[in-house]
Structure formats: structure tokens, C-alpha cells
Nanobody, 115 residues
Framework: QVQLVESGGGLVQPGGSLRLSCTAS????????MGWYRQVPGKQRELVAS???????NYADSVKGRFTISRNNAENTVYLQMNSLKPEDTAVYYC?????????WGQGTQVTVSS
């Protein structure tokens, strides 16, 4: 059974950068389309970026030009490079399949953008 573990979050100043990682426990991950999602308290979880098994990417309008999703199938890992971070990017970030599967939601990683 595949498990996903997110890491790389933290506190960063506006305009800063972070790189999030999501590592899967199984190579079956390589055939999945994957997504990064985020959630703030009181709001629904939203899709930030997705990447297909064939490396086709898509982004929410709010992060286009600032975030880059990528994957390394040899390492069973999907990344989210976040640049030019804004306070409104503050959230818990999760990875999951795209579209998501309930049983794969992990703990997420907190990203806080604040001066």
C-alpha cells in the first residue's frame, strides 16, 4: 500500500523560496498522475499544481510563474519549487494523486510566509 510523506515546509519571508518534497513508499507511484494541494483553516483544500506520469504540468492561476512541479521517478519523489512566496501562500501543503485518493492524504507540511 502506497504511503506519501511530505517535507520541506517552514517559515519564510515574503519573496523567499522553498522546495517541498513528497516521497512515495512504492514504485507504483511512477504511474500515477500527482498533485500538490494546500489548505488553510476554514477553507477547502485546493489544487496547486499537477504533473502527469508523462511530465505534463498544470498550475493554479494563483501560482503560475512562481511555482514549479517536477518529479523524479527513480527516487519516487515529486517536488514543488516555490519562488516569490506571498503571505497568501501560507497553508498546509499536501501531495496526493491527481485526482486525489482519500486514503493517501498524509500529514502535510506547513508553509508560513511572514515577515
Amino acid at each position: 500500500q502506497v504511503q506519501l510523506v511530505e517535507s520541506g515546509g517552514g517559515l519564510v519571508q515574503p519573496g523567499g523560496s522553498l522546495r517541498l518534497s513528497c516521497t512515495a513508499s512504492s514504485r507504483i507511484f511512477n504511474i500515477y498522475d500527482m498533485g500538490w494541494y494546500r489548505q488553510v483553516p476554514g477553507k477547502q483544500r485546493e489544487l496547486v499544481a499537477s504533473i502527469t506520469s508523462g511530465m505534463i504540468t498544470n498550475y493554479a492561476d494563483s501560482v503560475k510563474g512562481r511555482f514549479t512541479i517536477s518529479r523524479n521517478n527513480a527516487e519516487n519523489t515529486v517536488y514543488l519549487q516555490m519562488n516569490s512566496l506571498k503571505p497568501e501562500d501560507t497553508a498546509v501543503y499536501y501531495c496526493n494523486r491527481f485526482p486525489p485518493t482519500d486514503r493517501l492524504w498524509g500529514q502535510g507540511t506547513q508553509v508560513t510566509v511572514s515577515s
